[in-house]
């Protein structure tokens, strides 16, 4: 009723991608604007210039961090063939080190997930990623420590093709797919690959090199080095299938506001042109 509705004059919407274009078609009804911050499947690259240390840390963070239930979580993985192995090894190492356990205690890394559907969600992409033949590396059900919970290892595949549903699909789950690639022009074209745009983590000593890529890919955010990094004066949202407007910054005002044209003719007078 509230998308409907004709003196509402804008919609504004984080959800999934499947809820914002059924707002999207409504609110055209009525030719009223909309706002949206939808789906994503952030990638990360990893040039072979990057410390790994850091980088195995950093995209750990930014895929595990919430269990994963970040819009803007790191679901996929771009590394440099001659250093992914040592990447891989790093990340898995990582992944396992993360303390599951009660969000209020301060020694808590994750959580559990929000939801029974959504635990079943992941455990369903986790198994179907098995038998599409990715090889898992880490994790892949629920610990056993714990009774009860919605608990979910964080997760760590590699032999992962670019068809498979656990690279094309948002997961909204603490699981990593890894993928090896030659070059920062095979990177950003996987990256692309995709119907989301929402946001891209880049690993490099280069700044050269990452502000290519960042040029390149089609996301609302790029984080050089630093993944999940937001700025409310900077503008966030995402292209593609991840959205429509901004939130933050001063472009988000833009959304709420409506240029008028104001002409005044000072001089009171037939003008020779008119009829």
Same mark, same amino acid.
């Given at each position: 009723?509230?998308?409907?509705? +004709?003196?509402?004059?804008?919609?504004?919407?984080?959800?999934?991608?499947?809820?914002?274009?059924?707002? /999207?078609?409504?609110?055209?009804? *009525?030719?009223?604007?909309?706002?949206?911050?939808?789906?994503?499947?952030?990638?990360?690259?990893?040039?072979?210039?990057?410390?790994?240390?850091?980088?195995?840390?950093?995209?750990?963070?930014?895929?595990?961090?919430?269990?994963?239930?970040?819009?803007?979580?790191?679901?996929?993985?771009?590394?440099? *063939?001659?250093?992914?192995?040592?990447?891989?090894? /790093?990340?898995?190492?990582? /992944?396992?080190?993360?303390?599951?356990?009660? +969000? #209020? *205690?301060?020694?808590?890394?994750?959580? +559990? #997930?929000?939801?029974?559907?959504?635990?079943?969600?992941?455990?369903?992409? &986790?198994?179907? /990623?098995?038998?599409?033949?990715?090889?898992?590396?880490?994790?892949g059900g629920r610990p056993t420590e714990f009774s009860r919970g919605y608990f979910f290892s964080?997760? &760590?595949?590699?032999? &992962?093709?670019?068809?498979?549903?656990?690279?094309?699909?948002?997961?909204?789950?603490?699981?990593?797919p890894i993928q090896k690639i030659n070059s920062l022009d095979e990177a950003v074209e996987m990256?692309n690959s995709t119907k989301y745009g929402l946001g891209c983590t880049i690993f490099t000593k280069?700044?050269?090199?990452?502000?290519?890529?960042?040029?390149?890919?089609?996301?609302?955010? &790029?984080?050089?080095? *630093? +993944?999940?990094?937001?700025?409310?004066?900077?503008?966030?949202?995402? #292209?593609?299938?991840?959205?429509?407007?901004?939130?933050?910054?001063?472009?988000?005002?833009?959304?709420?506001?409506?240029?008028?044209?104001?002409?005044?003719?000072?001089?009171?007078?037939?003008?020779?042109?008119?009829?």
């Open positions: 009723e509230i998308v409907k509705h +004709p003196s509402i004059p804008i919609i504004t919407f984080t959800g999934s991608v499947k809820t914002g274009k059924r707002i /999207a078609m409504h609110a055209a009804e *009525n030719l009223k604007k909309v706002s949206l911050e939808l789906g994503g499947k952030d990638p990360v690259i990893i040039c072979d210039d990057a410390d790994i240390d850091v980088a195995a840390k950093g995209t750990s963070w930014g895929g595990f961090v919430n269990s994963g239930q970040v819009c803007t979580s790191i679901e996929r993985v771009y590394v440099y *063939n001659n250093v992914a192995d040592r990447f891989t090894e /790093a990340l898995v190492e990582e /992944a396992e080190k993360v303390k599951l356990g009660d +969000p #209020m *205690n301060k020694n808590t890394d994750v959580g +559990p #997930m929000a939801s029974k559907a959504q635990l079943k969600n992941t455990l369903e992409k &986790v198994e179907l /990623a098995k038998k599409e033949g990715a090889r898992l590396l880490a994790g964080p997760t &760590v595949f590699d032999r &992962v093709t670019s068809d498979m549903e656990i690279v094309t699909e948002e997961s909204f789950s603490p699981v990593i990256a280069d700044i050269e090199r990452a502000l290519t890529a960042a040029d390149k890919i089609k996301s609302g955010t &790029v984080c050089i080095n *630093n +993944p999940l990094m937001e700025n409310i004066a900077a503008p966030f949202g995402g #292209m593609k299938q991840s959205g429509i407007g901004r939130e933050h910054g001063i472009e988000a005002l833009e959304e709420f506001r409506e240029a008028k044209h104001i002409y005044i003719d000072y001089d009171y007078s037939k003008k020779s042109w008119w009829f």
